[in-house]
């Protein structure tokens, strides 16, 4: 098999050095060839693939790396799908990077290939976060849009997310028709490159007052800004593409005292105050936190790299800074944006909100108490834009998120948007002051009404072909061995969104689940504990989410009961042989 395996491996490094591909890469596979088997391998044992999150990889050489050439196969296989996909008609796309190494490099081949196969391209004339993209696509009547982007990944990465003509990423069938193209883009050659260069028309500042007017346009509670106009707010880009929208937004909500983090306000691909551009780490947001402090501020807001996602941290009864998790963010926007709307008498019964199955139960639970219904899908904001698809017209999608720091409010954009998600939160949090409560004291209130929800995350990385193969095997045996119990407490329901199977263990009855297919396995015991295992779509890694439950009779008996939960939760990972 490993001699099968370095054959087809060492075939292809041959064909990128017989084939038209530049003479530095030609070099630099040459290198690999004769000096490093290891790398030879993990750049060339397989093609990249459009995940969850599209196309996504390591930079370097090879056809598993990200590079001018893997993205310009890529994006003349899009290009044949949508020529086939809309015949007859003048095919246009919206393109957007972010700010690390070689997006803007990466963009301009994408915008070029795009234009050379005739259609109308919308460039913009700088970095731009990943929610303007999408919200471009619908606004320009575009077929479809690429955005440059490996989200919060290391450094070493960038990627490629590809766009539909609703503004969300590809779903099913496009997304599998969409590799197939690629598939056959067996050579260099057929790509398209350097003709009408007339075709690409540059957005700049105009486009973007478009998008933060709509932006504006979410504000639920104008008043409680204007009284509150001078809360000390503290804000990190995290060296990405936030810093271009997310301080105007917020000054044009009304904001008046925002202090940005200077060292990370760079733009800065190599992200150099940072081990990870993650917000979801809390030693990403400790420079904020520091300024905060400093500045007495009441809120500290961070995004990723492409600004989809959103990190909060919010002071305690103590003064202390406290990071919230992406599911407590979620709940807390969530439970905003459905008071405004009930404060406003929009509610009609028509209203619905969306979270991903491995978000916490929480969200649901608010929303029924306003009559608002809560759909679940598969993880991947793309999936929350499909229902919104599938009901409009029909329902009012008012927010939806996942426990990834992702949220949407309103509808023109259909990806996670933390350009608005910033402006709501600081909205909210102006909101919380003027009925005498910080969002920490808020969110304890949440728990008091609703139950206390709390969640955990093990992710367990296994990198390269070995670790791809790991993470099959263990899928694979949860499926044949499922646990029986959990703490104790049988497991009575198993989800299956593989074989869109749900198995009611109590009763032996099986019910279809109507979703897409997913390889997650989720697992539900009597006393109401979530274990979801779920291999990532876009990162070498399988990841574990629990979610247990305790009730919280008042807020006094908070931090005794959240380490009965974290107690609780640590407990599975030892069961589950995770820690």
Not at 134 to 156: D, W, Y
Not at 341 to 353: N, P
Not at 419 to 435: D, G, I, M, P, Q
Request: overall charge negative; some cysteine; aromatic content about 10%.
């Amino acid at each position: 098999m490993e001699n099968n395996l370095d054959t087809i491996v060492r075939a292809k490094a041959q064909q990128w050095l017989d084939g038209d591909y530049d003479a530095q890469t030609k070099e630099q596979v040459r290198q690999l060839l004769e000096n490093d088997p290891k790398e030879l391998v993990e750049s060339f044992y397989k093609d990249l693939e459009f995940g969850t999150g599209g196309l996504r990889g390591i930079m370097g050489v090879g056809c598993n790396r990200m590079n001018k050439y893997t993205v310009g196969s890529a994006t003349q296989g899009f290009a044949n799908y949508m020529i086939q996909a809309f015949p007859d008609e003048q095919i246009k796309v919206a393109i957007a990077y972010d700010s690390r190494n070689n997006s803007k490099e990466f963009a301009a081949h994408v915008a070029d290939i795009f234009a050379s196969n005739g259609f109308k391209v919308y460039l913009f004339d700088d970095l731009r976060p990943t929610p303007e993209l999408s919200f471009a696509i619908r606004e320009l009547g575009c077929h479809s849009g690429v955005m440059v982007t490996a989200s919060h990944n290391p450094k070493e990465y960038n990627g490629y997310k590809a766009y539909w003509s609703d503004g969300s990423q590809v779903t099913a069938p496009h997304d599998t028709n969409i590799i197939a193209e690629v598939g056959k883009i067996t050579d260099n050659s057929q790509v398209k490159t350097g003709l009408n260069a007339e075709n690409i028309t540059l957005l700049g500042q105009d486009f973007d007052d478009i998008y933060l007017n709509k932006v504006r346009s979410l504000s639920i509670a104008p008043d409680a800004v204007a009284a509150n106009h001078d809360m000390g707010l503290v804000y990190t880009p995290l060296h990405g593409t936030g810093v271009r929208l997310v301080p105007e937004s917020l000054k044009r909500y009304g904001f008046t005292n925002v202090s940005i983090v200077p060292e990370q306000a760079i733009v800065d691909g190599n992200f150099p105050t940072v081990a990870s551009p993650n917000p979801e780490e809390p030693s990403a947001m400790k420079m904020a936190i520091d300024l905060a402090k400093e500045k007495n501020a009441e809120l500290v807001i961070a995004t990723d790299p492409d600004a989809d996602r959103v990190a909060i941290a919010v002071r305690d009864e103590q003064g202390e800074f406290v990071l919230l998790n992406g599911n407590q963010t979620c709940a807390l926007l969530t439970s905003y944006m459905l008071t405004g709307w009930a404060e406003k008498g929009k509610l009609t019964g028509k209203e619905f909100v969306v979270k991903t199955i491995v978000t916490s139960e929480m969200i649901p639970a608010v929303a029924a108490s306003y009559g608002v219904k809560s759909y679940d899908c598969l993880t991947g904001f793309k999936y929350i834009a499909k229902i919104i698809r599938e009901k409009e017209g029909v329902e009012q999608y008012i927010g939806g998120g996942e426990e990834s720091f992702g949220f949407l409010a309103g509808d023109f954009v259909r990806d996670k948007d933390a350009v608005s998600a910033c402006s709501l939160a600081a909205e909210a949090a102006a909101w919380a002051k003027t009925k005498g409560l910080s969002l920490y004291s808020w969110l304890k209130q949440m728990y008091v009404k609703f139950g206390f929800y709390k969640e955990g995350l093990v992710n367990v990385v296994r990198k390269g072909k070995e670790g791809q193969e790991e993470i099959a095997r263990m899928m694979s045996d949860y499926r044949s061995n499922p646990p029986q119990s959990i703490l104790g407490s049988p497991v009575v329901v198993i989800k299956d969104y593989q074989s869109l199977e749900q198995t009611d263990l109590r009763t032996g009855k099986k019910s279809p689940i109507e979703m897409d297919r997913s390889n997650v396995l989720q697992f539900f015991t009597e006393e109401g504990t979530k274990v979801s295992v779920r291999p990532s779509g876009t990162e070498p890694k399988i990841k574990f989410y629990f979610g247990v439950k305790a009730p919280l009779c008042c807020a006094d008996h908070f931090g005794e009961v959240e380490a009965q939960l974290d107690a609780k939760i640590e407990n599975i990972k030892k069961e589950l042989n995770l820690l």
